[in-house]
Nanobody, 125 residues
Framework: VQLQASGGGLVQAGGSLRLSCAAS????????MGWFREAPGKEREFVAG????????YYAVSVKGRFTISRDIAENMVYLQMNSLKAEDTAVYYC???????????????????WGQGTLVTVSS
């Protein structure tokens, strides 16, 4: 599965952005899609995940209630709607796909098999 993330940019605190991730290749093998982020000097961290077939969603505590992950199976797209953005949300955001059999709830980078190139989100305070 090949992934292409887009939609990042500069936004003021309190604003919104919508990230998109286009998937191509053997997407029918995908179990879970996720969004991660990596801030300067920090490790890559889980943000949100969604099961490809059932659409079950789950979130990191830091973004729950502000971010929404969704997918469009017909278009092979995954989205991350980010509202009420904070300065601490500034990071490079990556979409990822997991196709190895396993649990639906996957929050570790090691549980994902393909990664997009990342898109930068900068939130000014």
């Amino acid at each position: 599965v090949q992934l292409q993330a887009s939609g990042g940019g500069l936004v003021q605190a309190g604003g919104s952005l919508r990230l998109s991730c286009a998937a191509s290749g053997r997407t029918f093998n995908t179990y879970v899609m996720g969004w991660f982020r990596e801030a300067p000097g920090k490790e890559r961290e889980f943000v949100a995940g969604i099961t490809w077939s059932g659409g079950t969603t789950y979130y990191a505590v830091s973004v729950k209630g502000r971010f929404t992950i969704s997918r469009d199976i017909a278009e092979n797209m995954v989205y991350l709607q980010m509202n009420s953005l904070k300065a601490e949300d500034t990071a490079v955001y990556y979409c990822a796909a997991a196709w190895r059999r396993g649990r639906d709830y996957r929050t570790s980078v090691h549980e994902y098999d393909s990664w997009g190139q990342g898109t930068l989100v900068t939130v000014s305070s």
